[in-house]
């Protein structure tokens, strides 16, 4: 091995943070708790099993994902209602809030937008914590199972992983054939799954998730949300990650309106200052 000879002190050499968040605008906890006093269900989307649909959120509305029957991990997409382009970038939403997101962490929007899109409200789940392989849950980090990569790693032709699901949710919800929705399907949150990082080899883990039915995570929409939600193949996501034998279960989508609508001391996220010019 080229070991060099100050290999200690270089591994020795403590992190920094590459976004510090200190000047990030800070959720309004309080006015969204009491905004949620005074909410009542409008709607609601069953998600069944090994599938996915799609929902739409007005501003200033809460939505909340809901475990109903068993134990299950959902894959959510979220777009501007009346802009697809722009849409949630888990990427930049992992680099601002770190690998797993909670209560008064947000969603962010993708380039040149960069706004908060959704707001974390309430999340049953926040007493998991982080365990001691590294886990934890409601993750940023994976990418949404897919049959490219079930493909590439087994072969065969397997249609209800969550990026089809999410493919075909969307071209229906739209009216459109398949190629074209397909390119607005993009990498999700996670929803009650609980991943981490071997800290061995630093590969992407999965175990069975903590969720148990009338667990949910909540959202203030900042913005008109177009969403699609998959209800994973691989069920609890305990041993595979699609599959046609894991026990799976629908999950439940409920939208909440305010008493007084959007909330008044909150107005629309505005989009990036950035001008764009890219120093041209």
Request: charge should be negative; aromatic fraction near 10%.
């Amino acid at each position: 091995m080229n070991t060099p000879k100050d290999a200690a002190a270089r591994r020795a050499i403590e992190p920094v943070i590459c976004y510090p968040v200190d000047t990030l605008p800070v959720p309004e906890m309080a006015a969204y708790k009491r905004a949620r006093a005074t909410m009542t269900k409008v709607d609601e989307v069953v998600v069944p099993p090994r599938d996915a649909s799609c929902f739409t959120v007005p501003a200033g509305h809460f939505f909340r994902i809901v475990s109903v029957e068993g134990a299950q991990v959902g894959d959510l997409n979220l777009w501007a209602r009346d802009n697809l382009n722009e849409r949630f970038y888990s990427g930049k939403t992992r680099a601002l809030h770190g690998t797993h997101i909670t209560t008064g962490q947000r969603m962010w929007t993708s380039f040149p937008y960069l706004r908060p899109m959704a707001t974390i409200t309430h999340d049953t789940l926040d007493w998991y914590g982080k365990d001691e392989f590294g886990g934890s849950v409601h993750d940023v980090i994976g990418t949404r199972c897919d049959p490219y990569t079930h493909h590439l790693l087994a072969g065969g032709q397997y249609h209800h992983c969550c990026h089809s699901n999410l493919t075909r949710a969307l071209a229906n919800h739209l009216g459109v054939p398949m190629v074209d929705a397909e390119p607005h399907v993009h990498d999700v949150l996670n929803v009650f799954m609980c991943t981490g990082f071997t800290r061995n080899t630093g590969q992407y883990f999965m175990k069975a998730s903590p969720v148990r039915p009338g667990d949910y995570l909540e959202f203030y929409a900042e913005i008109d949300l177009l969403g699609a939600l998959s209800a994973c193949p691989g069920g609890d996501c305990s041993a595979e990650h699609s599959s046609d034998v894991a026990a799976c279960y629908p999950l439940l989508v409920e939208i909440y309106a305010p008493e007084a609508g959007r909330i008044e001391t909150m107005a629309e996220p505005d989009i990036s200052g950035y001008d764009r010019s890219h120093g041209a």
